[in-house]
């Protein structure tokens, strides 16, 4: 089994940031790509940003220029700095890694807890 685990989430006024991470940890052989997704209320959960094993990064629209996203292989973690928050990215925002536990198996999808980011006006 595969557990996820985000943090870095709160409270911030708009033009504020944050910096979440997501640390994998249990039956890895090798994780493809980490990434986040958010959840608003009401709302559907969209890609935030994305993370290859080779480092490309396909970013949501709404994010570019404002958010980046980087990961660190030997530590199994993914991270996401959001600057100059707006409130309209206030939503809960979920870690995803697609990650297979040996060479035998196929890659599986799992997700973090979530964690609120919740920005101000």
């Known amino acids: 089994q595969v557990q996820l685990v985000e943090s870095g989430g709160g409270l911030v006024q708009a033009g504020g940031s944050l910096r979440l991470s997501c640390a994998a940890s249990g039956s890895i052989f090798s994780i493809d790509a980490m990434g986040w997704y958010r959840q608003a209320p009401g709302k559907q959960r969209e890609l935030v940003a994305r993370?290859?094993?080779?480092?490309?990064?396909p970013t949501g629209d709404s994010v570019t220029g404002r958010f980046t996203i980087s990961r660190d292989n030997a530590k199994n973690t993914v991270y996401l700095q959001m600057n100059s928050l707006k409130p309209e990215d206030t939503a809960v925002y979920y870690c995803?890694?697609?990650?297979?536990?040996?060479?035998?198996?196929?890659?599986?999808?799992?997700w973090g807890q979530g964690t609120q980011v919740t920005v101000s006006s």
């Open positions: 993370i290859t094993s080779d480092g490309s990064t």
């Open positions: 995803n890694a697609r990650v297979r536990a040996s060479i035998r198996t196929v890659y599986h999808d799992y």
